[in-house]
């Protein structure tokens, strides 16, 4: 993690995002998690952030993501 610079600003904007499978169901395992991880990293790379920590259960997902300060934490989700 580091300060992101623009021309006139200096930030550092990380978020944690915590969310499950409908009715939280174990489905995340196998293919699917290795999946779910690979479109989560492209979606980070494309968009220049930096994942800090991404850790998938069965059952939920964690995901502690650095993002550039005009990202709002609802735009970050519905990209991912």
């Not at 790379?45 to 995901?63: G, S």
């Not at 609802?74 to 990209?79: D, H, N, T």
Request: proline share 4%.
């Amino acid at each position: 993690m580091g300060l992101k610079k623009g021309a006139h600003t200096v930030t550092e904007f990380t978020n944690h995002f915590t969310f499950i499978p409908k009715y939280r169901k174990r489905r995340l395992e196998g293919k699917l998690k290795q999946r779910l991880e690979g479109m989560i990293k492209f979606c980070a790379q494309v968009n220049n952030w930096e994942i800090v920590e991404l850790n998938i259960q069965p059952d939920h997902v964690h995901l502690l993501i650095q993002t550039k300060g005009d990202d709002s934490p609802s735009e970050v989700m519905q990209l991912i």
